[in-house]
């Protein structure tokens, strides 16, 4: 059973309608750390704009990809030790791409910039602190894989 507020954030993420949750998760990312871009690189060549990055699937789908880590946390609050060797190896392979660790917290400062511009009211101050709690939780664990 998915978390309603979740599966709302997802939708969001997933949907370029009005409140356009990717773009303002992008532009926000790529305002508070403009060298980032490097690193959202398929097919070997790096995006030269931030709306090429945007408009590429493979980009959107790793903000997916990000959602559903994080929404797997939510759905394994009462046992995230069974994410912990997953989390590990998901931070080994970023640390393998050449991903600097701290551009995590960028991530998650974007994600939730996004989400409060899109959520409105309906996104608290508590929901803040759960959703970056957690947030900490998951790339913390993630950075055990480094150097590993
Ligand atoms: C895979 C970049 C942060 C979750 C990837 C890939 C790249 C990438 C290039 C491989 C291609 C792909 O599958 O899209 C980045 C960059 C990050 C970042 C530049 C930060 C600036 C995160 C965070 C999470 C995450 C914070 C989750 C909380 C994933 C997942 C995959 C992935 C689940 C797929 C792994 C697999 O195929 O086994 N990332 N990532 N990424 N990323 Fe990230």
């Given at each position: ?31 508070l750390q403009p060298e980032l871009i490097v690193h959202f690189h398929y097919h070997s ?104």
């Open positions: 059973k998915s978390n309603p507020l979740f599966l709302e954030m997802q939708t969001l993420f997933c949907s370029t309608d009005g409140r356009n949750c990717p773009l303002m998760f992008v532009m926000r990312l790529f305002e060549v790096p995006f030269s704009s931030v709306q090429e990055c945007l408009t590429s699937t493979e980009f959107t789908e790793h903000i997916r990809k990000v959602m559903t880590v994080i929404d797997a946390a939510v759905q394994s609050l009462d046992a995230l030790p069974s994410l912990e060797e997953y989390l590990i190896s998901l931070g080994k392979k970023h640390h393998a791409i050449g991903i600097p660790l701290e551009s995590f917290n960028t991530v998650g400062e974007s994600l939730l910039f996004a989400l409060e511009s899109g959520l409105g009211d309906v996104f608290t101050s508590d929901t803040h602190d759960a959703w970056s709690g957690l947030y900490a939780i998951v790339v913390s664990t993630m950075s055990r894989g480094w150097g590993k």
